[in-house]
Structure formats: structure tokens, C-alpha cells
């Protein structure tokens, strides 16, 4: 494997959510190139399984996609340090109204490795016990329960194309659901 070597990373644009940064690299063949790189602190997610085995989705508007989307619960850590753990059981209930004492490691996701550093842990939550919805002022989100091969319908169909619900709702089929 040739060695690359980034020699300096300068920030563009700093957000709420990611940073911006321009990278200057050093590519095997001895050009420098510029790279983009967008650094962000990474997120959680949560596959919650009702006790009749329905999985609870959230649907929101996505303005990168100016639309709405079906999607497993998630949101991201509220600083560097927060366990991802953490951060998946507050976004469950934050978002969905729900809470669980069971939450399971299920995958981790690496999203856009081209270009981007985030990390999402989904977890799978079981045992739910019904709170009340602690929407971020800017959300305006809406709960959907589905039967688990509805949602391989909708992915197969296009329907959700949210990488992290694909990936997870997947990965629960597989681990739990589909026969040998």
C-alpha cells in the first residue's frame, strides 16, 4: 500500500453539526492535492422493538432532501465525551416517547467515508415503556410502527433510503428475524 500524508488541514466552515475543512495531501505519485474533509462528533441510533415485535420509526423533514423521510430514531452525541450509549437512550425518548433499560449494541456505521468522519452506534432497544415525546425546539417529528417485513418492503422499494435505517433494519432481519 503507497503512503498518502496529509500536511495540513485548515478549517473552512465551522457548524452546529460538522466543520469543514480543507486538506492538503501528499499522493503517492509526489503531486499535492487538495482533499475536502468534513469532521463531525459523531451520533447514535436506536432499532426499537415493541413486545409484538414491531420496530417504531420516526418520519421528519430532511431539508437536504427537501422532503420527508422514514428513519430509525437518532441524533448526535452533544459533545465528544458522551458514550453513544447515552446519546441513543435520550434520542429514543426524545424523539419517539419511549424509553428502555435494554439497549443492545446492534452495528456501528461509518456514513460517507469519502469525505466524512461519522460514526453512528445503533443499538436496539427492547422493553419500551411509554414516556412523552421531548422534541428539539426545531423538530417536528411524527411516530410509525411497522411489522419488520413492511420495512424491507419500503426498502427494497425505495421508500427509505436513509443509509443508518437500511443498514440497521438489515441487520435486526438478519440477527433476529430471518430463519436459517
Known amino acids: 500500500m ?18 469543514m475543512y ?15 474533509f468534513i469532521g463531525h462528533r459523531g451520533a447514535a441510533a436506536v432499532v426499537p422493538v415493541t413486545d409484538d415485535g414491531k420496530i417504531i420509526l420516526v418520519r421528519q423533514y430532511r431539508n437536504a432532501l427537501d422532503r420527508y423521510t422514514v428513519e430509525i430514531p437518532a441524533g448526535g452525541l ?3 465525551d458522551e458514550p453513544m450509549k447515552v446519546c441513543a437512550a435520550r434520542e429514543l425518548e426524545e424523539e419517539t416517547g419511549y424509553k428502555s433499560q435494554n439497549l443492545e449494541f446492534l ?10 468522519n461519522e460514526k453512528i452506534e445503533v443499538y436496539l432497544a427492547r422493553n419500551l415503556v411509554k414516556t412523552k415525546q421531548n422534541l428539539d425546539e426545531d423538530e ?20 427509505i433510503e436513509d443509509s443508518k435505517t437500511v443498514a440497521s433494519i438489515l441487520a435486526y432481519y ?6 436459517s
Open 140 to 159: 417536528y417529528i411524527d411516530v410509525e410502527i411497522y411489522d419488520v417485513d413492511e420495512l424491507l418492503q419500503m426498502i427494497y422499494s425505495g421508500e
Open 22 to 36: 480543507k486538506d492538503t495531501v501528499q499522493i503517492p505519485n509526489g503531486s499535492v492535492a487538495q482533499w475536502d
Open 78 to 80: 452533544e459533545n465528544a
Open 107 to 116: 452495528l456501528s456505521l461509518r456514513t460517507t467515508v469519502a469525505f466524512c
Open 2 to 19: 503507497q503512503k498518502i500524508e496529509r500536511i495540513n488541514r485548515e478549517l473552512v466552515y465551522e457548524g452546529k453539526i460538522i466543520n
Open 174 to 179: 438478519s440477527k433476529y428475524c430471518k430463519k
